[in-house]
């Protein structure tokens, strides 16, 4: 056995640059600390003094590694080295993370659960067996159950990837003529696909830590411009936090709750999407994730509510190995919100945005973005209105 046998080691599982703080966190905890990353992620900024050991894996595409290298691989390396638990860092990562835990029989999540919070499909069939409302959807493997929904369901409908993260991949379809081409041109990868109705509304995230099987912090935010209409229609990222004793954020902890216990979550951090009916007013489930939420949303929430996702979901994990209680840190009650656009400067010049309520900017290569914080949300967003006008103006780029 190498290093000290009293330390619990956690393997971290990660095919993109993230979850730097939680890596630190889990160091400072006492615990030994390994990473599996891509190949071509090694020079990387990692917090390497919180690493004891990095592995590489060479990627097949984006995110894909072959899995029977990662077992054989692991296999190998635990022949001296004993892994106590394995942590998923980013969505493409869950399936990884899940199968290695039902190989080698190390606690935690698995795969039927993981299906929940990686598969669309699966996400949408557990919600509707557990009476939650979702967009009416059908899976895409039977002709005869295709044309059966096209002629209950109006268009507009989406098609959506089962296992992509954010917007990615998703297609607005206005006719039955137009599915059919796609569903053609999808060849034998369509089974990899849904299809739903594409409901007007406005989207909302809920960003949660749960511990044995509880909510222990929740907070709700709204998208201004969602994810959809940024990889779409070449907007401007936008998110603000919302006042939780409004009827909007009350209306979303509960649904975020129910999601939460039917799909059998334990204890992590997830990121959950809703979208409230423009007809109805009603919230519906469209999606979860049993991570902290990406496009710097886990800053947006530390800097309104004093909680580090990445650090605390680290702590729930070190405390639920073991044994120990878990207690959250004082909540703040303040309010934030982003802005974030491509940028058709490669470093862009911030000295035009000069209000103090900036608390974090965005430093990548074409991109502009920062976040602002006040105790007063009309404050928040009269500023991320102003600031995305003068991005619109005078920086913006759409691909």
Not at 84 to 103: G, M, N, P, Q, S
Not at 263 to 285: C, L, N, P, V
Request: charged fraction near 25%.
């Amino acid at each position: 056995m190498t290093g000290n046998s009293d330390q619990t080691t956690f393997l971290c599982i990660s095919s993109f640059f993230k979850g730097e703080d939680f890596i630190r966190s889990c160091k400072a905890l006492g615990n030994k600390v390994l990473l599996i990353t891509s190949k071509g992620l090694e020079h990387k900024k990692w917090p390497r003094e919180s690493i004891d050991e990095i592995f590489y894996m060479q990627e097949k595409r984006e995110g894909v590694w072959n899995m029977d290298d990662l077992i054989s691989g692991l296999a190998f390396l635990m022949q001296n080295q004993k892994i106590d638990r394995i942590v998923a860092l980013d969505d493409f990562d869950v399936e990884k993370a899940t199968l290695v835990r039902e190989h080698f029989r190390i606690p935690g999540m698995g795969q039927t659960t993981g299906r929940y919070f990686r598969d669309k499909l699966a996400m949408r069939m557990k919600a509707a067996e557990a009476n939650i409302p979702v967009p009416s959807f059908t899976p895409l493997f039977n002709n005869r159950e295709i044309d059966e929904y096209t002629k209950r369901v109006l268009p507009p409908w989406l098609i959506k990837p089962r296992s992509e993260a954010s917007a990615t991949g998703i297609r607005k379809i206005f006719s039955k003529e137009e599915l059919w081409a796609v569903l053609e041109s999808l060849g034998d990868r369509r089974h990899e696909y849904l299809l739903e109705k594409f409901a007007p509304g406005d989207v909302y995230h809920v960003d949660s830590l749960s511990v044995d099987g509880k909510i222990v912090f929740t907070l709700a935010s709204q998208y201004l411009s969602t994810p959809m209409d940024v990889a779409h229609g070449h907007g401007i990222f936008r998110s603000v936090t919302l006042k939780m004793d409004s009827p909007d954020a009350l209306g979303l902890m509960e649904i975020n709750e129910e999601v939460l216990k039917a799909f059998g979550m334990r204890f992590s951090a997830s990121h959950s999407e809703y979208i409230k009916s423009r007809d109805t007013g009603e919230f519906y489930f469209l999606e979860t994730a049993s991570r902290v939420g990406g496009a710097h949303l886990a800053e947006m929430v530390s800097f309104a509510s004093g909680i580090n996702l990445w650090a605390e979901w680290a702590v729930i994990e070190d405390a639920m190995a073991k044994g120990k209680p878990y207690k959250l840190p004082a909540v703040k009650n303040q309010f934030a919100g982003i802005v974030v656009s491509l940028c058709r400067f490669q470093y862009p010049d911030y000295s035009c945005f000069t209000d103090q309520e900036i608390c974090w900017q965005l430093q990548k290569e074409y991109h502009i973005g920062h976040i602002v914080q006040s105790e007063s949300q009309e404050r928040v967003l009269e500023l991320l209105n102003e600031h995305t006008r003068r991005i619109q103006i005078d920086f913006h780029a759409s691909t």
